[in-house]
Every structure is written in C-alpha cells, then in structure tokens.
C-alpha cells in the first residue's frame, strides 16, 4: 500500500474571531465548548436554517448507534477519525456496555477538541485522543497511541461521520477512505456519514444555499457528495440493513418526527469489510 500523502495538512490555530467548525458542531450538540462569535453563527441558523442543527444531532446519534452495533459484532477496538468537540463524551463507554475492554482512539487537529477530548477521557488507559489532521493517513497510522491502543490484525470499527464534508475535492476523500480500508481485516466494520445536496424539499434545498454561505465564514466550506460518490468510497465492505439511507432513517430507536422525516441533509450507513 503506498501510504505517502501529497501534502501534510495544515494543524488549525486556535482562533478567537472566525466561527470554527468544530466548536459550531458543539453549539448544536447543546455543548459549552464554543466562543461568542460561534454562538453568533449557530444562533443565526437556528433561525434560518432550522434542520441543519437538528442533522447535527441526528449524525450523532447515528455514530452513536454505529458504535453499538459495531460492539455488538464484535468489535473492540475502535478509531474515529475528526471525532470533534464531544470526543472524550462517552463513544468509547458505549462501545464499552457490550466490550467491556474496548479500546478507542480520537483522531482531530482542531484545538478545543483535542483538549477537551483529553480533558475528558483522563487516565483512561484503553482510551486516548491525538492532535492530527484525519487526512494525514500515514501520521494517523503510524502514531505509537494509535499502534499502542490498536491491533491491525483484528477487526477494527472505523467512524467517518461527519468530518469528509470538509474535504475538499481536489483532495480525493475517496482516496482518504479506502486507504483507510485497505489496513483493515475482514469482520473490520466502517461508519459513514456525509452532507449532500439531493434534497426534494425546497425547503431543506433554501436552507442548505443559507448554510453553504455561513459556512464560507470558518474557512472550512461545505463540500457536498452524491449518493453514489460516497457508496463508490464503500467498496470492498457489505452494507448493513437498512441500507445506505438518509440520516434519521438508520435503525431510528422511536418513531421519526415530521421535522426529522424532513431533515434529509445527507446518508449514512455502516460497512462491513468483506
């Protein structure tokens, strides 16, 4: 496998006066790890874009959900790659109720998360958190916390859920995935979730243009994908009931809500690796 990137991405500074993408997923997840000038941003789209927030907390549930299920098969040894704000929140002791040796390493560059990530696991010698861009294959890899905590050898549960829509296209996020795939054993399962722009409801479509411009203003545009662009990024796993599907509709645990039956901002499902 040829495991040298193109270029080492950039590790982002902390900063006080531009909306930060990683704290904004916070602000709607109901957390405290965000500035004024991020609650500026997610108190605008609240207004203006209701369903974007509600999606958030949807793709949490869903990885959420993943990790259970990954657990649940067998899995015991997980890596989640641009894991956020809520990194050290618990992931690892949901993983945990089924495993209860189960291993996780938090992977994000963005510098509040990897803080309060740390902050949050503690001493937890079967959980840790690296400070490194996910895109950097090679670093995520050869990292000795990553190579301490996880076996290659075995089934691994990768989670992309959320952290792909800000890769950009020249980048190759298809490429990013699938060198991910190619170290894991079959049995190794993979959790995605991504934005996209299919929407029928005209509604969700204003919005998505509303949400697009907003977050223009981090300096970390949204990037959308089709359905069948992100299923080509799956090849090689078997996709698990109920298919490749739009965000709420994933082994929801109570019946959807008319706003969460509306909220189609993009897919998700989980692979396993054949």
């Known amino acids: 496998m040829n495991t040298t990137p193109a270029s080492t ?19 709607f997840l109901g957390g405290a790890s965000y500035l004024p000038v991020d609650r500026e941003v997610g108190e605008a ?4 874009a209701p369903h974007w927030a509600l999606s958030a907390r949807m793709t949490r549930t869903f990885g959420r959900r993943a ?12 890596l989640d790659l641009g894991s956020g704000t809520t990194a050290g929140g618990g992931m690892h ?3 945990r109720i089924n495993r209860p040796a189960a291993r996780m390493v938090f992977v994000d560059s963005e510098p509040i998360s990897y803080e309060l990530g740390r902050q949050l696991i503690d001493d937890d010698p079967g959980a840790a958190v690296i400070k490194l861009d996910f895109r950097d294959v090679d670093a995520v890899l050869d990292h000795p916390v990553t190579r301490g905590l996880i076996d290659f050898d075995r089934p691994v549960g ?3 859920a959320g ?9 190759d996020p298809g490429s990013i995935v699938r060198r991910y795939l190619e170290l894991l054993v079959p049995g190794s399962m993979i959790a995605l979730a991504h934005f996209s722009d299919d929407s029928s409801h005209p509604e969700i479509r204003a919005e998505l243009n ?36 739009r965000t709420g509709r ?10 969460q039956m509306r909220c189609d901002y993009g897919y998700v499902g989980v692979g396993r690796v054949v």
């Open 9 to 27: 991405p950039a590790t982002p500074s902390f900063d006080m006066e531009r909306p930060n993408v990683a704290r904004l997923y916070d602000y």
């Open 45 to 48: 789209m609240a207004v203006d």
């Open 67 to 78: 990790v259970q299920t990954m657990a649940s098969a067998g899995v015991d040894q997980f």
């Open 93 to 95: 002791l949901l993983a």
């Open 158 to 160: 990768l989670l992309l």
């Open 163 to 171: 952290g792909l829509v800000f890769v950009a296209d020249d980048e």
């Open 210 to 245: 509303w949400v697009r411009r907003s977050y223009e203003r981090t300096g970390s545009p949204l990037h959308a994908r089709s359905r069948e662009e992100l299923l080509s990024w799956l090849v090689g796993t078997e996709i698990l009931e109920p298919g490749f599907v």
């Open 250 to 259: 994933w082994r929801p645990e109570f019946p959807l809500t008319e706003a």
